[in-house]
């Protein structure tokens, strides 16, 4: 993911309820780590 993109999410996640924004991280931490083995 480029720089520009992450700053997109961090404006697109900065309007989200903070409850909200925990499940998002999570969310993508797992994605992460579930596509660490997998080559692109």
Do not use: Y
Not at 18 to 24: S, Y
């Amino acid at each position: 993911m480029s720089f520009l993109q992450n700053s997109e999410l961090v404006d697109a996640l900065s309007s989200l309820p903070e409850r909200q924004l925990v499940d998002v991280i999570a969310l993508t931490l797992e994605t992460r780590e579930a596509n660490v083995g997998r080559p692109e």
